[in-house]
């Protein structure tokens, strides 16, 4: 094949393909964000702490001091001391008194953000919770037995 006739089948390929691909790509700016923005929480000026552990208390299927609000944590990390109340529940259904905390990324940086779970949580107890926080948004929740859970706290580690 000569220098002329490769240019001419290139200059085709180009033309075809072209041809073929002929519907836009879409923006990356344009694209909706994974998770919808922060909500418009207050800034929780002075986190609970005890012994320099963040203080994450369980009461009543909540998280009463730090729900609805957004508490600001330096990065690195972190031990988080969770303090969970007696729970409610029915005597027929042994073992619902349990619960799990989870701590996950939100938004873009969600693939790139670590999640971790506390594991069982039992009521009445006191637990502290090593985590290693990069920067980021990161919502905090608590799952019931059987599949509940609750929208929980938002944490952003700077």
């Not at 073929?20 to 418009?40: K, V, Y």
């Not at 006191?126 to 509940?148: A, H």
């Amino acid at each position: 094949m000569t220098a002329s006739q490769t240019l001419a089948a290139s200059a085709a390929l180009v033309a075809l393909l072209l041809n073929a691909c002929s519907s836009s790509i879409p923006s990356f700016s344009q694209r909706d964000s994974i998770d919808p923005p922060l909500p418009d929480y207050p800034l929780l000026q002075h986190p609970r702490e005890e012994d320099g552990k963040v203080v994450i208390r369980i009461k009543d299927r909540s998280l009463p001091h730090l729900d609805k609000h957004i508490t600001r944590l330096p990065a690195g990390p972190r031990t988080l001391l969770v303090i969970t109340d007696a729970i409610e529940t029915a005597a027929d259904q042994p073992g619902q008194g349990a619960i799990a905390l989870w701590l996950r990324g939100r938004g873009s940086q969600r693939a790139h953000l670590p999640q971790f779970s506390s594991g069982r949580v039992n009521p009445s107890t006191r637990q502290d919770w090593d985590v290693e926080l990069p920067p980021g948004d990161y919502l905090l929740g608590i799952s019931f037995p059987p599949e509940r859970s609750t929208q929980g706290a938002i944490l952003q580690v700077r």
